[in-house]
């Protein structure tokens, strides 16, 4: 264990992702860097049967609640708790003393995950240790249309945005802002599953703006249009940082995409570790302005007309590329968590500049649809790093042999439904619908 980390491992972790999302590697880069820490770890995922399950990193894997609501997520925290001091009771053989349950650090993975826990913060404590946050706080930066409205009274840049109230005046908006445009959903974690709708799209018609403001009921949140900002080499940045109790971000970095899927627009499936003052500094001051505690993940991108860094995108969360921020002693944003909330101290980050971060499933399918990426080498690029892969671990392979099987498994049914709605769309057109072929005569036919 890292000499200058003194973790309190009598406090497991239960992680908490309601996304039902199997191929998350943020959650598995947490059980792997507390687990390795010898801190039990245990994981609220979409199923027991996931990919992240098969980490010898996580202790179990319990399955979420079937609806998002905060009052059912709490109540099984309670049992989760309830069931771990009953296996510490049996592998001390029944020597804990009675008296009150040692605490629990609860770290979500995803946005709903971490404002339902904010929103039962009261309640859930001092069983459980969370950050100190409310619902009101994250709202102001997990809401797309408010952390637009956030920038713009803090001066921060900001693509420019607009929040229509109809389809007309979507698509007027949208040739206002130029297209293509941006498109976002304000609160993407209330989207259905199942419904093809994305948080995040690029639409190049006034058509499609006017289709998919149509489908604001379903979304269950506003539909935002903003300037898209054109994507190229080197414009593309994230700040990873932990705020602890006492508001020091002592744990903080930069790093720049080399890779993202789908390209330009999409999550890190190449990431390194790229010093950006100007980046750490408007992430910094936005934590400190917002008074902010946690971790959390924070999107730009470089306008290079005019040399600001907008704001893209504020995740109070883990970014599900956490792992590429952890320094030559393994301290990341999720270990300063535990650190900080079980009272210890959280010691300064040692940059590890040129490290690089892949996600093997999504930088496989970036190479494939983009040989010739966007984003390049950069600067820092010759320093030495060593690479990170999400899934694949020589002491944690397991996960990564699960992981390729299920996203084959994923990528067959999509490739499968592409060629069932192609072929239902041609049985459409029955030949008794179709008009008479005309007329061809032997003229034509040598001219073809």
């Not at 860097?33 to 996580?58: C, D, M, Q, T």
């Not at 940059?351 to 649809?369: D, I, K």
């Not at 694949?392 to 049914?413: E, F, I, T």
Request: glycine share 8%.
């Amino acid at each position: 264990m890292p000499r200058r980390q003194s973790f309190d491992t009598r406090v497991p972790t239960v992680l908490v992702r309601l996304d039902r999302n199997p191929f998350h590697h943020g959650t598995l880069g947490a059980a792997r860097s507390l687990g390795r820490a010898g801190i039990p770890v245990h994981a609220v995922i979409e199923s027991s049967n996931s990919p992240v399950a098969r980490s010898r990193y996580l202790r179990s894997a319990r399955t979420g609640p079937a609806t998002t609501s905060s009052l059912r997520l709490a109540e099984l925290l309670t049992r989760i708790a309830d069931e771990i001091d009953d296996e510490i009771d049996g592998e001390t053989d029944g020597e804990t003393p009675d008296g009150p349950s040692g605490p629990v650090l609860v770290l979500p993975l995803d946005d709903i995950s971490a404002l339902a826990l904010a929103r039962r913060r009261a309640e859930l404590a001092p069983r459980f240790l969370l950050p100190e946050q409310t619902e009101e706080q994250l709202l102001r930066v997990a809401d797309k249309a408010a952390l637009a409205r956030t920038c713009a009274a803090l001066g921060l840049p900001h693509p420019r945005t607009e929040l229509p109230t109809g389809a007309d005046e979507a698509a007027a908006m949208a040739w206002s802002l130029g297209l293509p445009v941006v498109a976002k959903w304000s609160r993407p974690w209330l989207l259905p599953a199942g419904r093809g709708l994305r948080s995040t799209s690029i639409v190049g018609s006034l058509a499609e703006v006017r289709e998919l403001y149509d489908r604001t009921p379903e979304a269950g949140s506003r539909l935002l249009l903003q300037e898209l900002l054109p994507a190229g080499r080197d414009l593309d940045w994230f700040f990873h940082g932990y705020v602890d109790s006492a508001g020091r971000c002592a744990t903080g970095a930069t790093g720049r995409k080399e890779r993202s899927w789908p390209d330009g627009a999409g999550l890190t499936a190449v990431g390194r570790w790229t010093e950006n003052p100007a980046v750490d500094r408007a992430a910094r001051e936005l934590l400190e302005a917002l008074g902010y505690r946690g971790v959390c993940d924070l999107d730009f991108r470089l306008d290079r007309s005019t040399g600001a860094y907008h704001l893209l995108d504020f995740n109070p969360r883990p970014g599900a590329q956490f792992r590429l921020f952890a320094d030559s002693e393994g301290l990341d944003v999720v270990r300063a968590a535990h650190l900080d909330l079980t009272g210890r101290p959280v010691p300064p980050h040692s940059p590890a500049y040129g490290r690089r971060f892949v996600v093997e499933n999504y930088a496989a399918l970036s190479l494939v649809t983009s040989p010739r990426s966007r984003y390049g080498a950069g600067p820092g690029a010759a320093r030495p790093g060593r690479t990170e892969f999400a899934w694949y671990a020589a002491d944690d392979p397991v996960p990564a042999l699960a992981m390729g099987l299920a996203w084959l498994s994923h990528l067959l049914r999509k490739a499968l439904g592409a060629v069932s709605r192609r072929l239902r769309s041609g049985r459409a057109r029955h030949p008794a619908t179709l008009p008479a072929p005309a007329r061809t005569s032997p003229d034509q036919l040598t001219q073809r």
